[in-house]
C-alpha cells in the first residue's frame, strides 16, 4: 500500500491552462504539506495544512491554490499556468506533535510548455 | 528564519570507502530536530537518519551516522562502506519545533549534495 500517493506523475500542459494535482496519504497522519522542487534540486515548501486548517501558506502565487477536503486529503490547484510553474511538486505529511520526519509522495513532473 | 547549508555540491567515494557529507545551519531556536534525506534519480524523497537536537548522542542507522554538533552549528553525515546504491541526491533539511511558532512543522532543505560512488 502507497503511504502518500499523488496523481499524476507526470503532467504536461500549456501556458494559461489550469490544472490541479491530488494528494492522498493513508498513514492517519493529521498533517500535510506542498513544496516545490525547481531545476536547481531546491526544495521549498508552499503549504501546510493541519485537521484541515492552513497553517502555512509561504510566499506564493495566489495562482495556487491548496484544499484539504479531509485530513487524509490535500490537493493543489493552480491556475493560469506560466512556463516558470514548471518544477516537480511533492506531497507530503506527517504526525503533528511527534516530530518524526515527513513521509514524501513520489512527485509530480509539471512541464508547462 | 533558519537557513541549511550544505557547502559541498557534489561528492564522490570509492566502493567500500567511508564518505562524509557537510551541513550547517543558522537558528536561534534551541530544541528543533536535524534529518538527513536520499533522493535517487527515481525521484523518490527517502528518510535516512533523524537527530533531535536536545539528544547529545550521535544518531546512528546501519550504515549512516551523523556527527552532530550543536553549538557549532553542524550536522554531518557519514556513510560507511559506500555501496552502488548509495549513488543519490543528499539534503540536510531542519524542523522546527516551536509550538508558538509560524514555522512550526517546517522542513527547511539545504541545497544539496550529489554522492557519486565509483565501482
Known amino acids: 500500500d502507497t503511504a502518500v500517493s499523488q496523481t499524476p506523475k507526470y503532467l504536461v500542459t500549456q501556458m494559461g491552462n489550469d490544472k490541479s494535482i491530488k494528494c492522498e496519504q493513508n498513514?492517519?497522519?493529521?498533517?500535510m504539506y506542498w513544496y516545490k522542487q525547481d531545476s536547481k534540486k531546491f526544495l521549498k515548501i508552499m503549504f501546510s495544512?493541519?485537521?484541515?486548517?492552513?497553517?502555512i501558506n509561504e510566499t506564493v502565487p495566489n495562482r495556487f491554490s491548496p484544499k484539504s477536503p479531509d485530513k487524509a486529503h490535500l490537493n493543489l490547484h493552480i491556475n493560469s499556468l506560466e512556463l516558470g510553474d514548471s518544477a516537480v511538486y511533492f506531497c507530503?505529511?506527517?504526525?503533528?506533535?511527534?516530530?518524526?520526519?515527513?513521509?514524501f509522495g513520489s512527485g509530480t513532473r509539471l512541464t508547462v510548455v | 528564519a533558519q537557513t541549511v547549508t550544505q557547502s559541498q555540491p557534489e561528492m564522490s567515494v570509492q566502493e567500500a570507502e567511508t564518505v562524509t557529507l557537510s551541513c550547517t545551519y543558522d537558528?536561534?531556536?534551541?530544541?528543533?530536530?536535524l534529518f538527513w534525506y536520499k533522493q535517487p534519480p527515481s525521484r523518490q524523497m527517502i528518510l535516512v537518519i533523524r537527530?533531535?537536537?536536545?539528544?547529545?548522542q550521535n544518531a546512528t542507522e546501519n550504515r549512516f551516522s551523523v556527527n552532530f554538533q550543536k553549538a557549532a552549528k553542524s550536522f554531518s553525515l557519514k556513510i560507511s562502506d559506500s555501496q552502488l546504491g548509495d549513488a543519490a541526491m543528499y539534503f540536510c533539511?531542519?524542523?522546527?519545533?516551536?509550538?508558538?511558532?509560524?514555522?512550526?512543522?517546517?522542513?527547511?532543505f539545504g541545497q544539496g549534495t550529489i554522492l557519486t560512488v565509483h565501482p
Open positions: 507530503a505529511s506527517s504526525p503533528w506533535t511527534r516530530n518524526y520526519g515527513y513521509t
Open positions: 498513514l492517519g497522519h493529521d498533517t
Open positions: 495544512y493541519n485537521n484541515k486548517e492552513l497553517i
Open positions: 537558528t536561534s531556536e534551541s530544541d528543533y530536530y
Open positions: 537527530q533531535e537536537a536536545y539528544k547529545q
Open positions: 533539511a531542519y524542523r522546527s519545533i516551536n509550538a508558538g511558532g509560524t514555522s512550526y512543522g517546517k522542513l527547511t
